[in-house]
């Protein structure tokens, strides 16, 4: 009799084991700054051995969560009934946006701007750029972006002629700010000698320097790209 008494309370001993087992085995972790549970380091619940979840002394039953306390938490309301929806509006007519005018490219010869080998405007070159750049653009739209590049010719290093054809176009820019534009809707760009100009007759680089310069002098310039709404 004594041995089947010690078997059930071992059973006993074990069911109670399991379940307090399973009913911790999922982390109950508060997220809330205001917490009504009290909860260890990793913000988990701390619970009983039979699992119940531990209030703390602010605790308000608004506070209940539906893994402590699933019969204090409020149930959501049912949903409600379909409305049927209205019969539905003719659609207004699309607003047709004006067609942007295509790009209008402005190209300035780097011999009317600057000197050879220099990123500084001469004093002709504001004139140039008042009657080739400034005056066309009261005949556009918005204007929505310029682009102006800097080229160079051939003569000298790539990384030196990078340098100086974005020096030009940033001279370029500084004087249209100068003259009222918007410098948030002008970009610069150096070409450097990546794209020589097309169309142009070819310069042997046997040429005297100074024949050699005059010969790749088309190459050297800066182009205005124009891009506005059609006016």
Not at 202 to 214: E, S, Y
């Amino acid at each position: 009799m004594n041995k089947i008494i010690v078997r059930t309370s071992l059973i006993a001993m074990l069911c109670s084991t399991l379940t307090i087992a399973t009913a911790q085995a999922q982390d109950i972790v508060l997220k809330d700054e205001i917490k009504g549970y009290a909860v260890d380091s990793r913000n988990v619940v701390v619970r009983s051995g039979t699992g119940l979840c531990w209030r703390s002394g602010s605790w308000t039953p608004a506070m209940a969560i539906a893994e402590c306390d699933p019969d204090l938490v409020k149930k959501p309301a049912p949903a409600p009934a379909p409305v049927a929806a209205p019969a539905p509006k003719a659609a207004p007519a699309p607003v047709v946006a004006p067609a942007p005018a295509a790009p209008k490219v402005i190209t300035l010869a780097a011999t009317e701007l600057f000197d050879f080998n220099k990123a500084v405007l001469k004093p002709a070159a504001k004139t140039e750029i008042d009657q080739k750049v400034i005056e066309k653009l009261a005949g556009v739209g918005k204007i929505n972006l310029i682009l102006v590049g800097g080229h160079t010719d051939r003569i000298g290093s790539a990384a030196y002629n990078q340098k100086l054809s974005e020096k030009r176009a940033d001279a370029v820019k500084a004087y249209l700010v100068s003259k009222g534009m918007d410098g948030k809707i002008i970009e610069t760009l150096g070409f450097g000698k990546t794209t020589p100009a097309q169309g142009v007759p070819k310069c042997d680089d046997k040429l005297p320097r100074a024949k050699l310069i005059a010969c790749l002098e088309p190459h050297r310039r800066v182009t205005i790209e124009i891009q506005a709404a059609a006016k």
